[in-house]
């Protein structure tokens, strides 16, 4: 059976930088790059934390690098803050924090020779959650109906402030097989709730029961 989340045995993952076919294939200067601008929002060497209030010089600098990878033609969804599986049919997700956001949107406007308004920017840095999105899998069309989400970092358990979900999953490429759909559920969490540095798990309960868990090391993560 695949990675569907009909059962009653949790899945874990581990947090892990994702590369997309698109950088893979590049030629050993431009993979270099890619690979510099997708561990800079994963890697130690990158953050030492979930930034809330990021200083002048991390803006400047995740701005930047957004300008960088449009240049390295990265496709600007690659430069998510990414964790799971790095499998096709298996559950994975990504966290849009401050800095990740800006770099995000710099590389949109970049890519049409454009850039940002103060306004613009400001809008992401006044931003109260940090959204985390994750893709599971299931053998239902409505697998993922009212799925919950929680952050476990140590005892305390951390509710979101809001979750989403597809109501109807979408089918995957190898349907009627196993796993047959997919489909999101995205979550926002306070970030005055949270621990920026905190080793977490975050773990995503759909309502025909099972569990998908990820361990994050926010430590790691900008």
Do not use: N
């Amino acid at each position: 059976m695949g990675a569907g989340v009909d059962r009653t045995q949790p899945i874990c993952y581990r947090l892990t930088a994702m590369r997309s076919e698109h950088t893979r294939r590049r030629g050993a200067q431009g993979l270099g790059a890619a690979v510099a601008f997708l561990w800079g929002v994963v890697s130690p060497a990158g953050g030492h934390a979930i930034e809330i209030q990021p200083g002048p010089a991390q803006i400047a600098a995740a701005l930047e690098r957004g300008k960088a990878a449009a240049v390295a033609r990265i496709p600007p969804d690659r430069l998510y803050a990414w964790f799971g599986s790095v499998k096709k049919l298996e559950p994975r997700g990504f966290l849009m924090t401050k800095l990740v956001g800006l770099t995000v949107m710099s590389a949109h406007f970049a890519l049409r020779s454009e850039t940002p308004s103060e306004a613009e920017i400001r809008q992401i840095l006044e931003e109260k959650t940090l959204l985390v999105s994750v893709t599971i899998f299931g053998e239902r069309p409505t697998f993922a109906l009212d799925s919950y989400v929680v952050l476990v970092q140590g005892e305390r358990t951390i509710k979101p402030v809001r979750v989403r979900f597809d109501g109807q999953a979408s089918r995957t490429s190898v349907w009627p097989a196993s796993p047959g759909f997919h489909a999101k559920v995205v979550a926002s969490f306070s970030y005055s709730d949270l621990d920026p540095r905190a080793k977490t798990r975050l773990s995503v309960f759909p309502s025909v029961g099972g569990e998908v868990s990820f361990d994050l090391e926010f430590a790691e993560i900008e």
